[in-house]
């Protein structure tokens, strides 16, 4: 079995509470992890991968870019958590063009056998599920505000018609408006796409929260 290493910098939304990954971390294993929203990673050729934790940047913020040919035992990662919700099983493991396949091997070894899934993806801010589902979420927003239908319409409708086990007014409401806005505000600063950008309801979910912290 490959061992790892967690470092942790504090504030992981991936990991914030105990999980068998980071109950059997070791002191010098082979895969280092770090996790928290401040990682400090060091280059290390000797270790089979290192991964770093991500938000909705890419990881070439991390390592660094050149001429698309970018590449070594360092891969980034995320484990797919709506807002304030339970992180899901999910891990988005990011890849850059030269990543060594060996790396991405012991990564994708360690994590599941934490019990986690594991899906390998390019290095684009917000990877796969955040660029798939804000813009769904944000139409969904704005077709409220039009007044298609009521929020409990729409998410009954949604729940009976694709099985869905909750609609995604009442998912957004649970997890917090305010960290929709800011992942889906991240996403249309860094692509410019219209469909990132956060529904009004969003914004204001962000302006009260903000205000409350004041």
């Not at 992180?87 to 063009?97: F, G, K, Y």
């Not at 969904?140 to 729940?159: E, F, I, R, S, V």
């Not at 909750?166 to 410019?192: C, N, W």
Request: charged share 25%; aromatic share 6%; with cysteine.
């Amino acid at each position: 079995m490959t061992t790892h290493s967690i470092i942790d910098s504090g504030d992981s939304r991936s990991f914030p509470s105990s999980h068998p990954l980071l109950d059997n971390s070791v002191e010098d294993g082979a895969v280092a992890i770090h996790i928290g929203a401040r990682p400090n990673f060091r280059p290390d050729p000797s270790k089979l991968a290192i991964l770093i934790e991500l938000g909705t940047e890419c990881l070439g913020v991390h390592t660094g870019e050149s001429r698309g040919k970018e590449g070594s035992n360092v891969l980034g990662f995320a484990r797919f958590r709506l807002g304030d919700g339970e992180p899901s099983d999910l891990i988005e493991l990011v890849r850059q063009p030269d990543t060594d396949d060996a790396a991405i091997e012991a990564a994708r070894a360690v994590l599941e056998a934490a019990g986690l899934t594991v899906t390998v993806c390019r290095d684009f801010a917000g990877r796969i599920l955040d660029r798939l589902i804000r813009p769904y979420y944000n139409q969904a927003l704005a077709q409220l505000d039009q007044g298609l239908a009521t929020a409990d319409d729409m998410d009954l409708t949604l729940k009976l018609g694709l099985g869905y086990p909750e609609g995604p007014i009442e998912l957004l409401e649970r997890t917090g408006l305010e960290h929709h806005h800011d992942v889906s505000k991240a996403l249309f600063e860094v692509y410019g796409d219209h469909h990132y950008a956060p529904a009004r309801r969003a914004v204001v979910a962000k302006m009260r929260q903000m205000r409350r912290e004041q």
